[in-house]
């Protein structure tokens, strides 16, 4: 699921939320004043969750890269 940057306008309280796609966007902030919110555009961000998503999934070994001659 993305992760939406918001920024309220009364606070100035900037937070993130766990969305889906399909979910309305936020309008309200949680902070006392209940202000108007509105989401920021910024890089994205994103989780790789479940089995497989490894960091050397799709590095190669140094011995099959590195040939040795002797």
């Given amino acids: 699921m ?24 936020l309008t309200k902030c949680k902070c006392s004043k ?11 961000g994103f989780r790789l969750k479940g089995s497989g998503w490894y ?5 190669t070994k140094k011995s099959d890269t590195k040939k040795t001659e002797t």
């Fill in 34 to 44: 209940n202000g108007t919110v509105h989401r920021m555009v910024s890089s994205s």
């Fill in 55 to 59: 960091e050397t999934d799709f590095k």
């Fill in 2 to 25: 993305p992760i939406y940057e918001y920024k309220c306008e009364d606070c100035d309280k900037v937070f993130e939320v766990i969305q889906k796609i399909s979910e309305k966007k």
